[in-house]
């Protein structure tokens, strides 16, 4: 039997652009994150219990109570795993090891949760939006502009969107134990809205450390629908806030990728 030089030819074939890169971890990590048994029971009951409702005369300000708890629950379950198991099984060094930047990793990921979140944050505030409007449009009520309304409220569900992405990918960044994660990002959210408004009764501002109370703030302010516990808080105030904890979240996400290498 003849014994040949083992050789190495380089791939000649025309590598996928950037983009394609970053929609396929997109579309198979979304696949993936969806078919989960919980994922699915969790948003049946999102949109079963707190939006449907809506449709049907429920309380409005229900549906803000309620999706604060769904989205809660279901930013721990998503978001928990979603860069923690890369980093304890090491695949992260497959996805590196490809033409793939770290910053595409990244973005492939960071997308993949963003959508996930705004099944239950954002996609519903545009069905609910389109609700408003459509049963009061032509109707006598004049001291109700429920085109800012709606617009609030879905500016309001993206920037929920938004920050509860970034909080689950930094609690999934900090640890190689997806169930670490997800208790981390459930005990953070929640004991940070308890404490907050436990503690307000004592001293007002301390309601600014929670971060739904300030998802209500800017409500309140951006749709004129103000009421007297929060027309003494400042909206830029609490806008400014999320924008510092999205900030730090990144950050701590940016920093764990750029440690990894490929050596590991």
Not at 68 to 95: C, H, K, M, R
Not at 167 to 186: L, V, W
Not at 227 to 243: E, H, K, P, Q, R
């Amino acid at each position: 039997m003849g014994i040949y030089d083992q050789t190495y030819r380089r791939f000649e074939g025309k590598l996928q652009g950037r983009l394609v890169r970053i929609t396929t971890i997109l579309k198979n990590e979304f696949m993936r994150r969806i078919r989960n048994k919980w994922v699915l029971i969790l948003l049946i009951l999102a949109w079963s219990i707190g939006i449907f409702p809506i449709f049907t005369g429920g309380a409005f300000m229900a549906y803000f109570v309620l999706t604060f708890i769904w989205l809660l629950l279901f930013t721990a379950v998503v978001g928990g795993p979603i860069l923690s198991e890369d980093f304890q099984f090491n695949s992260i060094t497959l996805y590196l090891s490809r033409p793939l930047r770290k910053l595409d990793y990244f973005l492939g990921k960071y997308l993949t949760l963003f959508v996930l979140v705004s099944l239950i944050g954002f996609i519903p505030t545009i069905f609910v939006s389109a609700f408003i409007i459509g049963i009061l449009y032509g109707t006598s009520v004049r001291e109700f502009d429920y085109y800012t309304f709606s617009y609030s409220l879905m500016v309001v569900g993206l920037l929920m969107t938004f920050v509860f992405t970034n909080i689950g990918m930094a609690f999934s960044a900090m640890t190689k134990n997806h169930k670490y994660a997800s208790g981390g990002i459930f005990a953070f959210l929640f004991f940070t809205n308890i404490l907050s408004l436990a503690l307000s009764n004592l001293y007002e501002d301390i309601m600014y450390c929670s971060i739904w109370a300030n998802f209500m703030i800017l409500f309140a302010d951006w749709s004129s629908a103000g009421n007297n516990t929060l027309v003494d808080f400042d909206s830029n105030v609490s806008l400014a806030i999320l924008m510092i904890i999205s900030i730090i979240c990144l950050t701590i996400v940016w920093i764990k990728l750029q440690r990894v290498e490929l050596s590991e």
